[in-house]
């Protein structure tokens, strides 16, 4: 069974450090990596994706992706208030969206 | 613009009973999508549709399960004799194109309870 592990939290930041998110898949073929946030009680929107080794930034988010060790993380710079909610990791086996299977979501609190 | 609209927003229904989800996709979005989500756990992929067809139905967790697509727009879900274990947010979603990376857009949800 194809799995998506994420940390469930609460993780608990200063405001204006950085967030580490972390999530580890199972199957070696996938192909492309998602992060959504999801408001407690909205339905999750996407913050990025990445299908390359290595980073990529997009603002205050970089994604980064390690296939060997079939690890993906995202990192959020100087974090705000407004960034509490719960960011989900999803997985695909082929390039595109089409199936994405979900973590669970890590839960993260940014402290003023 | 209007974004994905699902009705009921809340359900609830006896076990035993069946039940029908409608979903409104974006206008022009090609690809659309189900997934649930249980109580403390990640979203579960159901189904998906390109236009009116659905090239993956594996996500279907039993053939009380089904789903349609038509006129490339409005979905409905249907879920026959309803069991406890149906109990969860269904979501649905869709996306210019599938098969891409173009971003899937959420509704917010039906919240099915059975009872």
């Known amino acids: 069974q194809k799995e998506v592990e994420q940390n469930s939290g609460p993780l608990s930041v200063p405001e204006g450090a950085i967030a580490s998110l972390n999530c580890t898949y199972s199957d070696r073929g996938s192909q492309s990596f998602f992060w959504y946030r999801q408001y407690s009680g909205k339905s999750p929107e996407l913050i990025m994706f990445?299908?390359?080794?290595g980073d990529k930034e997009d603002g205050r988010f970089t994604a980064q992706l390690n296939k060997a060790s079939q690890y993906v993380s995202l990192l959020i710079r100087d974090s705000q208030p407004s960034d509490s909610a719960t960011y989900l990791c999803?997985?695909?086996?082929?390039?595109?969206?089409?199936?994405?299977?979900f973590g669970t979501g890590t839960r993260l609190t940014i402290i003023p | 613009g209007a974004g994905v609209s699902q009705s009921p927003s809340n359900k609830v229904t006896e076990k035993g009973k069946d039940v029908e989800l409608r979903c409104d996709p974006i206008s022009g979005h090609t690809a659309l999508y189900w997934y649930r989500q249980r109580l403390g756990q990640g979203l579960e992929f159901l189904i998906y549709f390109q236009g009116n067809s659905a090239p993956d139905k594996s996500g279907l967790p039993s053939d009380r399960f089904s789903a349609e697509r038509t006129g490339e727009s409005v979905s409905t879900l249907t879920i026959q004799r309803t069991q406890q274990e149906d109990s969860a947010v269904y979501l649905c979603?869709?996306?210019?194109?599938?098969?891409?990376?173009?971003?899937?857009?959420f509704g917010n949800g039906t919240r099915l309870t059975v009872t």
């Open positions: 979603a869709s996306s210019l194109l599938p098969g891409d990376f173009s971003p899937l857009h």
């Open positions: 990445i299908y390359s080794n």
């Open positions: 999803a997985v695909d086996q082929n390039f595109g969206n089409e199936k994405l299977t």
